[in-house]
């Protein structure tokens, strides 16, 4: 190479050198200020919701895990505990452990009355189809007037606790009628294989197992005595101040809901494997089931005072409640 080449492409080095520099020098300037900009644009507060649930929608919502993704701009954590009924569910939220959940017609009362900071943010349709008082198939017991004397097993405070009261009322027998005996789902049920209980009040889709798989059958569901709705609650002060986490959830519970009435056969695929049990008991709970969740409304909350009167009255409750206390953000 002569020395005027050398020349030359010393002199090119250093060009593409110098412009190299130049160009990492701007990539950093933009980098810096994307940067700067970046940390001076302020985070939302770190929020969180803690859901409390029973194998039902929620859990769906769990699996799915679209809820995440949904609060995730608004900073919102979520994490999920469940409960095996209602009534332990409201007294994670009376303890602060809690800030959703969902739950039957009955628990809310004995939780409002315990002084629990309950807020009421959306039901679902009546379900009556998906609760009943359950006997062994060979039992003597014929009609609901048959109990009399009986033992009785149910989860103190559920939804079915209020849905027995109202049945033997309607058959002419009172609540003292029966001998009450309070157990939760699991042990029930082992009083029910043992015989130990004469019969077994419970909901799906513990109730849909017992007829599947113990071979139990329906003596009474609740059509045409109560509704069995189900709930979904927050405290008063969490909705006070998330509002709009709370507006997503139930839109998302909504939709799920919407989804659920037009596929019941894919749903009840999702839920079997969610929970471990099989298809055929799942299809027999989400055949019977209907969905739809909506606002809480002033007529709704009626149905909650008649419950709330119906336990005083029984002595059940320790003092009367005003459900309207419960109503949280605005009623339609």
Known sequence: MSTNDKQASATGARRRTVVAAGVAAAAVAAFGGAWYWKTRTPALPPRQLRIGHQKGFLSLLKGRGTLEALLAPLNVAVTWTEFTAGPVQLEALNVGSIDFGDVGEAPPIFAQAAGAPLAYVAATVPRPASEAVLVPKGSAIQSVADLKGRKVAFNKGSNVHYFLVKLLEKNGLAYGDVEAVFLPPADARAAFEKGSIDAWVIWDPFLAAAEKTLDARILADAKDVVNNRAYYFSSLDYVARNQDVIDLVVAEVGKLDAWAK?????????????????????????????????????????????IADAFFELKLLPKQINVLDAAGASVA
């Open 262 to 306: 037009d596929n019941r056969d894919a749903l009840a695929g999702e839920l079997s494997t969610l929970f471990g049990i099989p298809k055929p008991v799942i299809d027999l709970s989400v055949a019977r089931s209907d969905y739809g969740t909506g606002p809480i409304t002033k007529a709704i909350l009626a149905e909650q005072q008649h």
